[in-house]
């Protein structure tokens, strides 16, 4: 499989040099220098405008031209003669609705999965690239047509990664538990939980952790395991199989 | 208009005598002595059977009988008997869910608002109350076949609801952002933050705020605005007449 993928737990991080600031070495490492426009996803935003000049700015002080998706007359045929892709964060719900909407769905898998050409997700656009919707942090602000996403890898991801707080005396549910009673309910057997400042590269048949954090990972009927940044995490592409 | 309900904010208060510890005076006042048996709604969680002991035996202590929903081989049979409702917190897309697979959802809506039987939520149970799971805090571990709620009341709670930590290093979105973008998508115009230890008291057309802690109003087009318990909220249940 030719897919290339770098999956962003979050597009800001604290003291980490602004908007992508802490990934943007991994960025220009992975578009490389034949990709020369990438086509922006801002659907998970509502002011689609403001979102589009914010990556803009950023991505063009690291030498790529943006195009908006939602600039596009034809979204489908945007994706169609896209070079690479980034979708990025905001509400999944509305994110995975907006993909919906626009039809735009099956031919960023057709582009990614048999064209190959990179996919970059933040955040919630993270979220859009596993199997589902169902392990995202999000307010379910609009109601999608399904949680099936568009299945880039065959598992889950929890962005923003939170450990639970021993000192909080909050009662909801820590994030653990959330993904405890995901696996509950679902077939699903992983879910990835990138903390701030962690992402995912695949290539090809090959996923790296790569950033300045640990990932945990959480697999129904096993203990959850920590992984540090450099670990090889290809098994994940495997399962299922 | 009958109804009367009590819409907790959460089952289990941080030092607040265990669970409904916090709310057990208000619970005993709004059931009443006419009330013998409660029906109570599992739903929200994975184990049925031991989420209808844990309420069984604190609804025990304070003088009602409980059925649980679960048990019974008609659940429709088991709303159109019963003489008041508790529906129990967990996971809200697994509780609405559930009610939709039962069919519950419109006998419910009989027995609350034409009937007049008092209704109990806690949590996920006070969100299903609502006009839809909008504002949920849950992750979405399973696809219900829609977001509208029961509608017990015309605008949406935010339970276990929280205040920005001003120190927070995590980049997630606030509650109140989260909430923001809520109403960017929504034409319901009002969601009701209670924070743990709260809750909201409805007698046919009066609503009141109870409890130990303050509620937030989120209302489109205005300002946020604080509430403090023993507020008078009534205006809230002729929005959008």
């Known amino acids: 499989m030719t897919r290339r993928l770098l999956l962003v737990s979050n597009s800001t991080l604290h003291g980490g040099g602004g908007y992508l600031g802490h990934c943007q070495q991994q960025i220009q490492d992975f578009f490389g220098e ?9 659907y998970a935003l509502h002011d689609r405008d403001g979102y ?3 990556a803009r700015d950023k991505l063009q002080s690291l030498g ?11 979204p489908v045929e ?3 003669m896209a070079q690479g892709i980034f979708i990025g964060g905001g509400n999944t719900f509305r994110l995975l609705k907006a993909l919906y909407d626009n039809k735009v769905v099956s031919e960023i898998q057709k582009r990614v999965l048999k064209d190959g050409i ?4 933040s955040s919630a656009g993270t979220n859009v690239a596993t199997v589902s919707i169902n392990t995202t942090n999000d307010m379910p602000i609009v109601y999608p047509p399904t949680f ?8 889950n991801i929890n962005p923003h990664y939170l450990d639970a707080d021993p000192n909080s005396t909050h ?3 820590t994030r653990e538990q959330r993904i405890k009673q995901f696996h509950e309910e679902s077939d699903t057997p992983s879910v990835l939980g990138l903390r701030e400042g962690c992402m995912l590269l695949v290539e090809g048949d ?21 992984y540090e940044p450099g670990s090889d995490m290809s098994f994940l592409l495997t399962e299922g199989e």
């Open 171 to 173: 009662m909801g549910e």
């Open 64 to 74: 790529y031209e943006v195009d908006s998706i939602h600039e596009a007359s034809d």
């Open 78 to 80: 945007a994706v169609r």
């Open 148 to 155: 099936a996403a568009l299945g880039l890898v065959p598992f």
């Open 34 to 42: 034949q990709v020369k426009r990438i086509l922006f996803v801002p």
């Open 52 to 54: 589009a000049k914010t």
């Open 206 to 226: 090959k996923a790296t952790l790569l950033g300045s954090t640990k990932a945990r990972l959480f697999t129904r009927g096993k203990p959850a395991a920590e």
């Open 118 to 121: 990179p996919f970059m997700g």
